[in-house]
Every structure is written in C-alpha cells, then in structure tokens.
C-alpha cells in the first residue's frame, strides 16, 4: 500500500534562528514557545532542518513512501512583511531543491506571508506555476487577521486561480482570544490550535468566500479540527441566529454544502479510528488524506494506527493515497 504522509514539516536555518533568538529574549508568546522544543542539539531541531538522509531513512523504515512537506508553524507569519516576504521565497526555493532532488519521496506545500498580500499572490503563482508545488500553507491568524477579510483576498484568488489548494495549518488562537486558553496553557495543540484554525475555516465559509471563489479547496489537517463534526449545528444555527442586516453574506448553500464541496480533511496526529470512521460517514472517504505531522509526531505510530482501522481496502487505499494524488496532484506510482 502506497502511503503518502501529507503535513510534514522542514525549517531553514534563516527562520530557526531568529525564532529561537525571540523566544529565548521575549516575553512569552505561545507560538514562541512551540519553538524552544526545538533547542540546539535537539532530535526535532534535526530532523526539522534535514531534507535528506535522515528523513527518507525514517520514512522507509515506517513505510511512507511520499512526504508532503511544508515550512513548520507559524512559517513566515511573525517577521515583518518583507523578511517574511523574503523568507518565503527562500524556504520555498530550498524545499523545490529537494523535491527536484528526491522527486518520488517529496512532495510540496509551498509558504507566503500574508502580511503582504500582493506579492504573496505573486509568490503563490510562482511557487505554482514555475516551481512545481502541490499547494500552499498558510498558519491561520496573521497578526490577528483573518484570510476572510477583504485585503487578504487576493491570496485566495491566486490559490484560485492556480488550483493550489490551501492548506490551513494550526498556530495559537489570535491575541484578541487567547488570554481564557493561556491560564492552563491550553493554547497550544492541546485544544487552541483546533479552536483557532476551525474558526479561520468557518470565518472564510459564512463570510461567502467560497461564493467568491467556488473553486478554491481548503484542507484542515488534525482530524478537519474537528470542524465537520458540528455540521447540522452549523447549518441550523447559522439559518436561525440572522446577523445584523449588512453584516454577513447571504450565502449561495449551507455552511455544510461548502464543507463538502471545498475542503479537504488530513489525519495528522488523529489517526485514531472512532475520528477516521465518523469522518468517513460524515463528509464521504473521498475527502480524508493520511498525515504524520512529522517530526512531531511518531512516524510508526501514525502507520501503525491507520494500519489498524477496519475500513476497506479501497477505502485505505483512498486515505493513504488516492486522494492525495488527486487533491494536490502527486504523481501515481509507477
Ligand atoms: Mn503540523
């Protein structure tokens, strides 16, 4: 069975380091923090910065055959809007190198900094277009904004307009929600990553962006945060709590309609049966793609744990590869 590892991280000196420095020299910040587990000398500080031998030994001793990989939380999202900008090209240069290296292992989601919107369109259309990508990765709230909001709109145009699906991976809730998570540290991936990241997901769906863009594919990795468990709920409190008159889109379909029409839901540190079957029932095997979240998480634990579900063949097969290849366009194997 071919397995195609789909939220799988690498980092560049040129991010680590200022990263490390800040959370070494700041005050507390939740997504800083995440940061200081990856200290100098550290297995994950490693294996983070390693695109090469030590990576592909640990894929082939658990079995994966594909990684799609993608610039570890929060990216490039915390520089300023032209070293982020910067940054960005760069990680993305550095991963094509390796993909274009090891062509049958990896695969890519490339990074932008939001905080600059046009030219992370731009960097969106080349990373497509000329750099050979699968899709793009954005870490949800940028400085407290979301991707709904209008200036932000031209990222989801270029992700649009090139088919790069988005991939919206956790960061800590924005400063405007955090301070009820921080008191028993529940900000991280305990709980405020899915809380976060959900939220982005459903602020693009009520705010109609998917009327705008009905082509775009959004994909929540950790399970889909939990998004698609609520779907009647969504539907039904969306039609009875009316917003202010001018105050929210009204929408072509129910919030479920885009739901199952535009996103894409990975199993990265879920791969845990009762979430993998009801998701199955929920929004259809079709749409559910196997992750890791390596190095994060245990590379055999996650096979080992999908191995183990009692679903079809096909519908293993479907999961751990078919609809990656599909989704972000990775190559069959021969
Ligand atoms: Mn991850």
New binding site residues.
Partial sequence: MRRIAT?E?FVIPEVLGPMLDRAASEAYDPDLFFWSKAADGSPLQRRLLDLGDERLQIMDETGVDVQLISL??TGVQMFGADEGTALATLANDVLADAIAKHPTRYAGLASFAPQDPARAAKEIERAMTRLGYNGVIVNSHTNGDYLDQPEYWPILEACEATGAPLYI??RAPSPQMIAPYSAYTLEHAIFGFQAETALHALRLIVGGLFDRFPKLTVVL?HGGEGLHYWLPRLDGMHANFKAPEGKRPQLQMAPSDYIRRNFAITT?GMNWAPAVRFAIDAVGVEKIMFAI?YP?VDSAKSVAEMDAIEISAAEKAAIYHRNAERIFRIAPAN
């Fill in positions: 939220e991280a570890a939380s991976h956790p990795g990265s979240d994060f």
